[in-house]
Nanobody, 118 residues
Framework: QVQLVESGGGAVQAGGSLRLSCAAS????????MGWFRQAPGKEREFVAA????????DYADSVKGRFTISRDNAKNTVYLQMNSLKPEDTAVYYC???????????WGQGTQVTVSS
């Protein structure tokens, strides 16, 4: 069982930066691939970024490539999402997810709100 708690969301102006954190509980964190998703009002949840259990592999949605960076610290049971050059269209609730199989997720956090104003 893995429990996930996101933090670091907030309000920022376009062009600004935020770093989201996802703290995981459970001894199997380091064996899980991790991902970030987001859901804007009236829209479906969409994939943002993923990272393998070792951190050696990452993947990004085209809309965030070159602006967002996913990373993890297995010693701290934490995964991060560094978001730079934020745009109003990045406004959403951001969710952290964990799973044993690459990009297949079994556990989800409660989400953290990110609001980008123009």
């Amino acid at each position: 069982q893995v429990q996930l708690v996101e933090s670091g969301g907030g309000a920022v102006q376009a062009g600004g930066s935020l770093r989201l954190s996802c703290a995981a509980s459970g001894r199997t964190f380091s064996r899980n691939s991790m991902g970030w998703f987001r859901q804007a009002p009236g829209k479906e949840r969409e994939f943002v970024a993923a990272i393998s259990w070792s951190g050696a592999s990452t993947d990004y949605a085209d809309s965030v490539k070159g602006r967002f960076t996913i990373s993890r610290d297995n010693a701290k049971n934490t995964v991060y999402l560094q978001m730079n050059s934020l745009k109003p269209e990045d406004t959403a609730v951001y969710y952290c997810a964990a799973g044993r199989i690459w990009k297949m997720y079994d556990y989800w956090g409660q989400g953290t709100q990110v609001t980008v104003s123009s």
